[in-house]
């Protein structure tokens, strides 16, 4: 029963979600297969990947039946708690396994874990590739002893630093298929290192940067553009860090775009110039998205995590990439930090949403292991989870309470800001408040005295809970913010049954709207004033295809206070769901006259 197969080495990813992959694993195996071709006869280097929504138990089942020489695990706060799980058992079905692990969330404090898990052959410690070969050498060659390889903690304790890794002699992980990760998000990393000292960031140790050389970076692009892979994601930890490497890639990736696959990059903004800028204006809507570690605005807090950020600067760039309308930005912030207490995370708050982001995350700081934060969370007073993901409980400036009253709002955040479900409705409402940050922080409130569900699939429902708490601030405008809902619903989809709290559609019930509504799409027929790309289509299907609605108020408009009085004359918004934005998705609209 346990019998061991003498000559495989297993690698074991286990993900978050099933379209994520593990980048490192299949890194390892790459390097390995790259520079030990002559390895003995029968001996293999597999992989195999998991998610953490899978029971333990099966997975346990897996490994059992794959039965390695030696199983390693890459460890993360993610799958931690997965991984100790499996290692609880393991031993008693395949007690002639050796077993390793690797990864950030054992890289520090290697020598503890050693203690606390007996049942370990050892601990890669760092950058693992080259250790991995030697690892390799030594289960099938008996090449030299355990003490001789660097970058490891095993029973005689550790071995000593290893160098780091030339990463211009990685070999590209995608070659020769891109099976293995159908239906995936595919990783992609261009340098190493990271020139900042964020202290809760691991990045901050390693602070050399190591760039790839870029013809072999537009060759691997060329790969995924030739494919038309839906996103690559630079896992990169500041992509423009080095100015003359990221523009040779935008500009690249601006003069190849295929139409089709969108790049994701990790930058700092206050560092783009006005040449990368001027490579970005250029670009097809969706071709690239940015995500930007704002953090925080206040400047005692960034002094105090070592984060050098020009605000101002970064304001003027986020509002320049914005005026070019074919980039999503998605900016974060960290809740949690030293000098930051509630009042100071709202100013933070409403800085970052006055900047206007696709997307706003609000995140809690996690105390890596590691990470200069760990070791100076005493003196801040932070108080951190004792299990993964090490999340802040308190700090001397933030209560518990207040904790919890964040992941309320975080929680509104999502639901209504980040979906970009309510672009329209938001901002009007927003006005009723002091500030944003207070109107999350209302929401949050009335969600909580109500006990309504926030994890709830139905967008009805959340279209009809916004308009209850719109009606408690602003009774007098009940019109105005049903319409708004109405506005937004329909620019995302053609709806098949129209929400209760939508005002009658009088195009589908009265005799005289329904025949100048059939009389438009008579004459759009032939001239596709509107409607293009719709040639081959009838006058009944364009009806189908689109959807028209009657507004008392100016709900399109963009500025809030432009739309907030009736109109002398109801208007007419055409929605149109074969064009849509690349960036929002929203379907494109008209106001039409009939």
Sequence with gaps: MNQTSNNKIL??????KYIHS?????????????????????????????????????????????RPQAAAFSCYIWNWTMVQDLLAELPKLLPDTALWLGGPEVSFHAEKRMQELPQLAGIMVGEGEETFLELLRYYWEHAADL????????KDGFTGERSLTDINKLPFIYNPTLVTFQNRIIYYESQRGCPFQCAYCL???????????????????????????????????????????ALSIWNYLRENDNGVTNFHFEIAAD??????????RGMRPGLIQLEIGVQSTNDTTLHAINRRMDIDALRRTVAAIHSFQNIHQHLDLIAGLPYEDYDSF?????????????????????????SPMEQRAGEYGIVYGSRPPYEVLYTKWLSYDDVLRLKGIEEMVEIYYNSSQFTHTLPVLTREFASPFHMYE????????????TSTPSRSYRYQVLLDFACSVAADRRALFAELLTFDLYLRENLKSRPDFSPENVMNTNAA?????????????????????YDSYTSVQLLRMTHIEKFAYPVWKQCPENCTDRLETPAYILFDYKNRSALTHDAAFYEILL
């Design 203 to 245: 990045s901050s140790i390693d602070r050399k940067v190591r760039l790839r050389d870029i013809e072999t970076v537009k060759a691997e692009l060329q790969y995924f553009l030739d494919r038309r892979v839906p996103q690559v994601k630079f896992i990169d930890r500041t992509f423009n860090c080095n100015e003359g490497h």
């Design 346 to 370: 709202a100013h933070s708050f409403n800085d970052v949403y006055a900047m206007n982001p696709n997307q706003l995350q609000l995140g809690f700081l996690k105390v890596l292991k590691g």
């Design 271 to 280: 560092l783009l110039t006005e040449r990368q800028l001027e490579v970005m």
């Design 11 to 16: 690698l074991i990813g286990i993900n978050a």
């Design 22 to 66: 593990n980048p490192a694993v299949h890194s390892l195996k790459a390097y390995a297969d790259k520079y030990y071709p002559d390895r003995p006869d029968g001996c293999a280097v597999e992989i195999a990947e998991y998610t953490i929504n899978q029971p333990s138990s099966a997975i346990l089942a897996d490994l059992y039946q794959r």
């Design 513 to 533: 709207e329904k025949q100048k509504m059939r009389q438009f799409f008579e004459h759009e027929k032939e001239a596709h004033q509107y409607l293009k790309g």
């Design 147 to 154: 003490s001789d390889i660097r970058g490891i903690v095993c």
């Design 442 to 453: 209302a929401l949050a409130d009335y969600y909580r005295t109500n006990g309504y569900l």
